[in-house]
């Protein structure tokens, strides 16, 4: 019995200090993250000041409608009768329309609702179901309105990748992780909630 | 009245062209509603709560804890199939394969990149209760707890056997693709284990809880989708193929798994070398017996590691100088780096015309030096780990070619203490271990 214990000890004994060494490593790694760990988790934001609109969003993500959708911060939005992120550019509207056709209309999946309020506003909102995330409205409000439309990653939908595939794709690096608590980058007014 | 907000819109319009694509803001004033309309809020829906990710981490140990129990106490190939299952089922399809020890490698590598990335904590435990649990219990985490192991464990039908010089040389591909991993992610610059999974589009192809968004399957990832496939039509002659060959994390685990305190053996009892359990593994991990060297030649073996050292070192060095020379084309995985490339190009009129990553920059409107010098930034970084990176290939060479020289005496059949998954198969192939499980169930009169 004390004959294989002898032709084992050296090599036992190497293995036993690499395991040493390998406790050490392991606990080392933990208490140096430790002091680079947040307590809170992350998710995928896009940032509506880089966003340009490049229609990425609406075909790189995992999920087919994409998780990004158009929102829109009602606080900013001028409640145009002609607005541009509703009608397409050059759009010349009749005297007497109310809601215009499909064709008529800049959304290819007519996603955005419109509605007289009072005078000459009109409420435009987003059906979220219909929207698929591609960016032609907030083109359209970005460049002739307020920008009140803008395209954030729904956290209802979004699958919290751990690497988003929108955010390789797109050329403005506007993807960014945020703290799940703050889970929204939202333009105007909202951003204070 | 409408021709009225027509004027006005083509006013708006010709001030837009003359002022460029200026950040939008209040082009229109602001409605003052008198009917008593109010604005409806933006709807903002929260994300998963941070609850369901201390269930994930529970998970995580209860199952870590339960493969190493069945793998090393209780040697129960079936506990560890069902535990498979059950991890496929929670980690993969539920959670659609995005909680997940494997690509943690990357967070933790940017969180001490130094980029100022702080690693949910979460996601640190996915990366080291897995490390730990092998330090005591050997490769477990394999063989019941990763999902994408589990998948390839499932769909083994006939294994067929490797040629050793392949297996080996395979099986340095890991080592490398781990640097590349950590240059990528410690650098900021992709997570390249995650955008290169071959499973996680199989696991999302699954609508199960997930009614309002079921993947398309020829969405955006068909090409991934086709990989993965690919990997486990291979997977049904080539036992695991990713985790033997590819799995950066496996390549963590390996190391760690060579000194863990205990291990999965074929038979607690003593191995009559009969080699039935070589056959079972469908791995290629279990090592022959190898009898005993003559001892004339331990002279010989100790010139031959010297020389093998000295080369080792000369890899080493030959690698570090590689990556610093593969710096430029390493860092324009970074994003900033590209798009500081395209802005020169354009700047300096060598290209013409416009692109998405060029266009985003100039909406910034903010002038190119400022690009230029954290694009100077990025590639400093690279200039420091891609030569490390270089290195770590050339250690990961140097070391098989020491370790193939280095001869080792087994007097039993063992499982290898690197490549054992501890999946269990070989416990019903050992004949021993077949009689005493039949002394154990007579003895106590169960099943």
């Given at each position: 019995m004390s004959e294989p214990k002898k032709q084992l000890s050296r090599r036992e004994m190497l293995r036993r200090g690499a395991l040493g060494a390998g406790l050490a490593g392991v606990a080392g790694t933990a208490a140096v993250l430790a002091a680079r760990t947040a307590r809170s988790g992350t998710v995928w934001q896009l940032d509506p000041e880089k966003c340009i609109q490049c229609g990425n969003c609406a075909v790189n993500c995992v999920l087919d409608p994409?998780?990004?959708?158009?929102?829109?911060?009602?606080?900013?939005?001028?409640?145009?009768?002609?607005?541009?992120?509703?009608?397409?550019?050059?759009?010349?509207?009749?005297?007497?329309?109310?809601?215009?056709?499909?064709?008529?209309?800049?959304?290819?999946?007519?996603?955005?609702?419109r509605r007289w309020t009072e005078g000459p506003h009109f409420e435009y909102t987003i059906d979220e179901a219909l929207c698929i995330g591609c960016g032609k409205c907030v083109k359209g409000c970005g460049a002739f309105g307020n920008g009140s439309l803008f395209l954030q990653v729904r956290h209802n939908r979004c699958l919290n990748c751990n690497e988003c595939s929108i955010a390789a794709a797109c050329p403005a690096g506007a993807y960014r992780r945020v703290p799940a608590d703050h889970p929204y980058l939202l333009k105007g007014e909202d951003q204070k909630a | 009245m409408n021709r009225h907000a027509t004027a006005a819109a083509v006013l708006a319009i010709l001030a837009a062209l003359l002022a460029g694509a200026a950040p939008a803001v209040e082009r229109f004033a602001l409605p003052q509603f008198k009917s008593g309309y109010v604005r409806p809020a933006t709807e903002v829906p929260a994300p998963r709560a941070d609850l369901y990710d201390w269930l994930d981490v529970s998970a995580l140990a209860a199952a870590l804890a339960a493969a190493s129990y069945l793998a090393i106490r209780a040697r129960s190939r079936r506990g560890l199939w069902w535990l498979a299952v059950m991890s496929l089922a929670y980690f993969g399809f539920w959670r659609g394969g995005c909680a997940c020890a494997v690509g943690a490698t990357q967070n933790v590598a940017l969180a001490l990149g130094g980029g100022g990335y702080a690693v949910p904590a979460a996601v640190a435990l996915f990366f080291i209760l897995p490390l730990a649990a092998t330090l005591f219990f050997g490769r477990t985490f394999c063989a019941g707890v990763c999902p994408l192991g589990a998948l390839q464990e499932l769909v083994v039908v006939r294994p067929l056997r490797v040629p050793a010089w392949l297996e080996h040389s395979l099986g340095l591909l890991a080592y490398i693709y781990l640097g590349a991993a950590v240059l990528f992610a410690a650098t900021g610059s992709a997570f390249v284990i995650c955008e290169y999974d071959p499973f996680v589009s199989i696991f999302r192809l699954a609508p199960l809880g997930r009614p309002a968004s079921t993947m398309n399957a020829l969405g955006g990832s068909t090409g991934m989708l086709v990989l993965g496939a690919a990997f486990l039509?291979?997977?049904?002659?080539?036992?695991?193929?990713?985790?033997?060959?590819?799995?950066?994390?496996?390549?963590?685990?390996?190391?760690?798994?060579?000194?863990?305190?205990?291990?999965?053996?074929?038979?607690?009892?003593?191995?009559?070398?009969c080699r039935l359990c070589e056959d079972a593994c469908p791995f290629g991990a279990i090592r022959r017996p190898t009898g005993d060297w003559p001892r004339g030649e331990r002279l010989i073996e100790r010139r031959r590691l010297a020389v093998l050292l000295v080369i080792a070192a000369a890899?080493?060095?030959?690698?570090?100088?590689?990556?610093?020379?593969?710096?430029?084309?390493?860092?324009?995985?970074?994003?900033?780096?590209?798009?500081?490339?395209?802005?020169?190009?354009?700047?300096?009129?060598?290209?013409?015309?416009?692109?998405?990553?060029?266009?985003?920059?100039?909406?910034?409107?903010?002038?190119p030096a400022e690009l230029y010098a954290e694009a100077a930034a990025v590639e400093a970084s690279f200039a420091r780990a891609s030569p490390l990176f270089g290195a770590w290939v050339g250690l990961v060479l140097g070391a098989k070619l020491i370790q193939l020289s280095v001869r080792r005496t087994r007097t039993d059949y063992e499982p290898d203490r690197a490549a054992c998954v501890s999946c269990g198969r070989c416990f019903a192939y050992c004949p021993i271990e077949r009689e005493r499980w039949k002394k154990a169930s007579g003895g106590t009169n169960a099943s």
């Amino acid at each position: 019995m004390s004959e294989p214990k002898k032709q084992l000890s050296r090599r036992e004994m190497l293995r036993r200090g690499a395991l040493g060494a390998g406790l050490a490593g392991v606990a080392g790694t933990a208490a140096v993250l430790a002091a680079r760990t947040a307590r809170s988790g992350t998710v995928w934001q896009l940032d509506p000041e880089k966003c340009i609109q490049c229609g990425n969003c609406a075909v790189n993500c995992v999920l087919d409608p994409s998780a990004v959708r158009v929102v829109h911060a009602f606080a900013l939005c001028g409640y145009c009768d002609l607005c541009f992120g509703y009608f397409p550019p050059g759009f010349e509207p009749d005297d007497e329309f109310e809601t215009p056709g499909a064709e008529s209309q800049l959304c290819p999946t007519g996603a955005i609702l419109r509605r007289w309020t009072e005078g000459p506003h009109f409420e435009y909102t987003i059906d979220e179901a219909l929207c698929i995330g591609c960016g032609k409205c907030v083109k359209g409000c970005g460049a002739f309105g307020n920008g009140s439309l803008f395209l954030q990653v729904r956290h209802n939908r979004c699958l919290n990748c751990n690497e988003c595939s929108i955010a390789a794709a797109c050329p403005a690096g506007a993807y960014r992780r945020v703290p799940a608590d703050h889970p929204y980058l939202l333009k105007g007014e909202d951003q204070k909630a | 009245m409408n021709r009225h907000a027509t004027a006005a819109a083509v006013l708006a319009i010709l001030a837009a062209l003359l002022a460029g694509a200026a950040p939008a803001v209040e082009r229109f004033a602001l409605p003052q509603f008198k009917s008593g309309y109010v604005r409806p809020a933006t709807e903002v829906p929260a994300p998963r709560a941070d609850l369901y990710d201390w269930l994930d981490v529970s998970a995580l140990a209860a199952a870590l804890a339960a493969a190493s129990y069945l793998a090393i106490r209780a040697r129960s190939r079936r506990g560890l199939w069902w535990l498979a299952v059950m991890s496929l089922a929670y980690f993969g399809f539920w959670r659609g394969g995005c909680a997940c020890a494997v690509g943690a490698t990357q967070n933790v590598a940017l969180a001490l990149g130094g980029g100022g990335y702080a690693v949910p904590a979460a996601v640190a435990l996915f990366f080291i209760l897995p490390l730990a649990a092998t330090l005591f219990f050997g490769r477990t985490f394999c063989a019941g707890v990763c999902p994408l192991g589990a998948l390839q464990e499932l769909v083994v039908v006939r294994p067929l056997r490797v040629p050793a010089w392949l297996e080996h040389s395979l099986g340095l591909l890991a080592y490398i693709y781990l640097g590349a991993a950590v240059l990528f992610a410690a650098t900021g610059s992709a997570f390249v284990i995650c955008e290169y999974d071959p499973f996680v589009s199989i696991f999302r192809l699954a609508p199960l809880g997930r009614p309002a968004s079921t993947m398309n399957a020829l969405g955006g990832s068909t090409g991934m989708l086709v990989l993965g496939a690919a990997f486990l039509a291979a997977g049904l002659f080539i036992g695991r193929p990713y985790c033997r060959w590819l799995c950066p994390y496996g390549a963590i685990l390996r190391l760690l798994g060579r000194v863990s305190r205990w291990r999965v053996t074929i038979t607690p009892e003593e191995c009559i070398k009969c080699r039935l359990c070589e056959d079972a593994c469908p791995f290629g991990a279990i090592r022959r017996p190898t009898g005993d060297w003559p001892r004339g030649e331990r002279l010989i073996e100790r010139r031959r590691l010297a020389v093998l050292l000295v080369i080792a070192a000369a890899l080493l060095a030959a690698g570090a100088g590689l990556g610093w020379r593969l710096v430029g084309p390493m860092s324009r995985m970074h994003h900033t780096v590209r798009q500081a490339d395209r802005v020169r190009l354009e700047e300096t009129g060598q290209v013409e015309g416009t692109v998405d990553l060029s266009d985003a920059f100039y909406a910034t409107h903010r002038p190119p030096a400022e690009l230029y010098a954290e694009a100077a930034a990025v590639e400093a970084s690279f200039a420091r780990a891609s030569p490390l990176f270089g290195a770590w290939v050339g250690l990961v060479l140097g070391a098989k070619l020491i370790q193939l020289s280095v001869r080792r005496t087994r007097t039993d059949y063992e499982p290898d203490r690197a490549a054992c998954v501890s999946c269990g198969r070989c416990f019903a192939y050992c004949p021993i271990e077949r009689e005493r499980w039949k002394k154990a169930s007579g003895g106590t009169n169960a099943s």
